[in-house]
Each structure stands twice: as C-alpha cells, then as structure tokens.
C-alpha cells in the first residue's frame, strides 16, 4: 500500500471509468491536512476535464471515520506561533479547503460520498459537498467548533441554514452528534446504506455504462444506489432531530442570541441527547457562540459563494485571535478540558469584540476570484 495520504485510483468502468478517492490517514481518523486539501483538489480539477472518468467515489480508509476534521493541532501551532497573525499555515489552509469545499458543491460529474463512521468538521464539508451522500449505521456526525472557540466552517453556514427549523442553529451552537437518520432529515446526506454493502456498491457503479452527459450520470448513480438503500431501510436508527424539533424550535425562539443561549444551557431535562448538547454549549466558549449565531444570521440568504467569502473572512481572524488557541490547548493538547474563555457568558462580549470578526483583515478576500 502506498504511504501517500490520499490514493487515487481510475477504475474501469463499461468505456470509461470511476475515479476511486480514498483519504487514507487511518491512524489520524483521515484528518484533512493542507497537503491533503491541495492533492484532492488538483485531482478534482483533472478529472471534471477529464472525458473518460464518469463520476467519482470518495471514501475514508479504516472502519472508524470518512474524515474526523481538519488537522486542528496544526491550526493551533500555526496560531500561537504569530499571534495577531498573519498565521500563515492555517489561513492557507482555510482558504484552500474552502476553495476545494467550493469545488466539489458545483462539480458537473457525480460524486458519491461513502459517510461511514466519524464525519465531523472538514470532513463533514466534504461529505456536504458531494451530489451523492451515503450514510451507513455507523454514520456519527457532529460540528462541535463552539468547544474549540471555532465555527462550523467548511459551508456549514450554508447547509445549517438549509435545515428544518432551528436544528441548524442549535447544532450549530451546541455540537450536538447526530446519525445517519439526522444526516438525511437535516438535508446533508441523501441515502442510507448499511455497510455490508459498500464492496455491492462499488461493484454496480463500476457495472454502469457512463456517458459523457453529467445529467445521464446522475441518473445512472441513483439507479445504482437505490436497490442497496430500498434493502437498508428497515435497519436505519432512530434519529434525534426530528422528534426534538418542537423542543429545538421553542429553545430557538428568544428575543435575542443571549436569551437563546440561556434557554439552551439552563434546560432541566432527562433527555440524554437535550442535556449533553446543553452541556457542550455551558463549555463552550461565549464569544464562538455569539460569532457562530451571528454568522449564520448575517449570511442567511447568501449565495454558495458569498458564504465561503465570509467563512474566510472569519477563520483568518478567529485564528489570529487568541481564544481559538486555548479552546485547542484545553480540549486537544493538555486535555484537561478546563478552557481559560475571555469571558464568562455571551452578555459579557463587548459589541466591538465581536463586530471585529466581521470585519475584512486583508485587502483582498483570498476566495474571490470564486
């Protein structure tokens, strides 16, 4: 096996073949790295010129995750190294990663997206990106950014705000897991599929007949995937979000991010999955959340491309700031889970703390030219 952290493969299919991606960090839960970005991205842009690839199958190596996220560690490293920024490392990376984000949300070939196991941060905006998600019984997706003093980056602001309800707000600010029942109600993955039939899977997507159309294509890739996903239906888990939506809705309708906040953190309840997203929410940090619902609302009719603009915008200065780097230091490096925040509650962020992320910290917006 090759040591390279993403393999390619073009496998024959009928006259043309099937582009084979296989994120293959097993030992690192298929982490996304700059290098991982920038590899997937030049192959991306090979293969939609490319006449004879038909459509694309990405998946993680391993059993455990497709992708856990972005390698943060190294975020944290680039970040503490020039506080105040520039932080070189870790905007290249944001941009790039929201540049090849960007990519595969408007690929013309299909693209089908194996989301089994762990599929948080990165890894989650790469299974959003895709035209075709597949979610298995081990499918556990979650964006707990506010932990880290992050935000659901990577077109989060995007497909949370597409979502019933408030359940992307609330997921948004409280890192809240969700499976593969979530995933397809919510909108971010379109079929279940048990695992056992990955191998079947990829048998029939190399058994289609691909055109040079995309739109054909498309077509062909449901007509692959539909038997697997009508014989998986029965063994789908319960989800969460929809039979919390009336609570999620109620807990989202305050006068303002403050009052939601308190609803959220202050709940009395024996539900487990209500209580712990509160909980990840009382240990986050106030000022992520207030950037993370101030995000969302700010760009809430905003085109695919405006958004990864304001997502760039954001990340630069989050990381530049020095609340990112002791969400990291307390929950990834010491691990002792006790974050130093700014401040104590949302109420205590001054208006121009918080206006200051929103502001452009460069002359140009890397992204663009998108």
Known sequence: MSD?????????????????????????????????????????????????????????????????????????????????????????????????????????????????????????????????????????????????????DVGGTWFLNHMPGSSGQFLALTGASINAADAIYTGIADRFITSEHKAAVVDSLLAQQWSTDPAKNHGLVRHALRPFAEQSIAQCPGGQVEPHLGSINTLCDGDDIHEIINNIVSLQTQDPWLSKAGKSLAHGSPLAALWIARQLAENRHASLKEIFQSEVRLATNIVRHPEFAEGVRALLIDKDRSPSWQYKTSRDVPESVLANFFSDPWNSNPLADL
């Open 4 to 152: 390279a952290p993403i393999l390619f493969e073009e496998l024959p299919a009928g006259a043309r073949k099937l582009g084979r991606v296989t994120l293959s960090v097993a030992a690192t839960l298929n982490s996304l790295t700059l290098e991982m970005v920038d590899l997937l991205q030049a192959q991306l842009d090979v293969w939609r010129e490319a006449d004879d690839i038909g459509a694309v199958f990405i998946e993680g190596a391993g059993e455990k995750a497709f992708c856990a996220g972005g390698d943060v560690q190294a975020l944290h490293k680039s970040s503490v190294e020039t506080p105040g920024g520039p932080c070189d490392y870790a905007e290249n990376f944001f941009a790039r990663e929201y540049r090849m984000n960007y990519t595969l949300h408007t690929y013309h070939k299909p693209i089908v997206c194996w989301g089994h196991g762990i599929v948080m941060g990165g890894g989650l905006g790469v299974m959003a990106g895709c035209s075709h998600r597949v979610v298995t019984e081990k499918t556990r997706i979650a964006m707990p950014e506010v932990t880290i003093a992050l935000f659901p």
